[in-house]
């Protein structure tokens, strides 16, 4: 498949590697312009942002969601079946405070509004170093479950193949409108769960708690955490 990428962040970085490891071709812009590319470590082809939006089949935002504001004029050059795949989260005390999101409307409802155009909700819902450490080949034992929202079932069903492929067990959330039970908060949320736990926390999720749980994680981060204290931490808050 032909992949563009907007964002070289961990996560749009190590998808970049992980799709060109397994022979996709691969595109990434940086919203700025490509010289924000440079010594960056990705994979594939850097182009500026009108050139990655053409000629492909999936577009990943992987940006800060309050960058993908203003790419409506971009994503209006997509070719109208190119799956958009939003990888962001929105946290308050690090992004622009958005009316909508604080008063409920799930974090890619609203990125969809943004751009007018629907999108699938994936790769938000794990660490980056899970995403780059942590994949396992197809029916290796310990594999990780990672959750998928979408409205179009066969735009759902193509980026759950895609998780497959990146090396996660997929596990389809429903609805983009559901996709709050994998926003930040969430027992679903970088608890590195398998398949079958995933579903589980999935149902348990509080849309009420989850902004509250996700504010609080912060005031018990210490200096020295590792990545497995951190997921510890959020199966701890968050009841994954
Ligand atoms: N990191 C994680 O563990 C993780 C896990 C799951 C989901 N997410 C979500 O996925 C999205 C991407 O996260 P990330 O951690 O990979 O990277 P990020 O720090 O959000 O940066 C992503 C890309 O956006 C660029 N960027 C930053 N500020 C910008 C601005 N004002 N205008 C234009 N471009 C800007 C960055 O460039 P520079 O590098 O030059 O700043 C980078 O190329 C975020 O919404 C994040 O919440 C992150």
Known sequence: M??????????????SHKLHGT???????????VDHLKNKDFSGQAVPVEEVVKDIDVLILSLPLFVIENLKPIIDQLEKDVIVVDTSNYYPFRDPQVKEIEEGMPESVWVSKQIGRDVVKAFN?????????????????????????????????????????????????GTLENSWRHHPGTPAYCTELSQGDLRDALERADKDAAPKQRDE????????????????????????
């Open 23 to 33: 022979g996709h071709a691969v595109k990434v812009a940086d919203v700025r312009s």
């Open 217 to 240: 994680v912060g005031k018990h981060f210490k200096p020295g955490m590792t990545h497995d204290d951190v997921v510890q931490l959020n199966r701890q808050l968050y009841k994954g």
């Open 125 to 173: 819902s794990q660490l980056a170093y899970t995403l780059a450490e942590r994949g396992k080949a197809e029916h290796e034992p310990g594999r990780i479950g990672m959750a998928v929202s979408g409205n179009d079932a066969d735009q759902k069903a193509t980026v759950m193949q895609i998780v497959n492929e990146v090396g996660f067990d997929p596990v389809d959330n």
């Open 2 to 15: 032909k992949f563009g990428i907007i964002g070289a962040g961990p996560i749009g970085a190590t998808l």
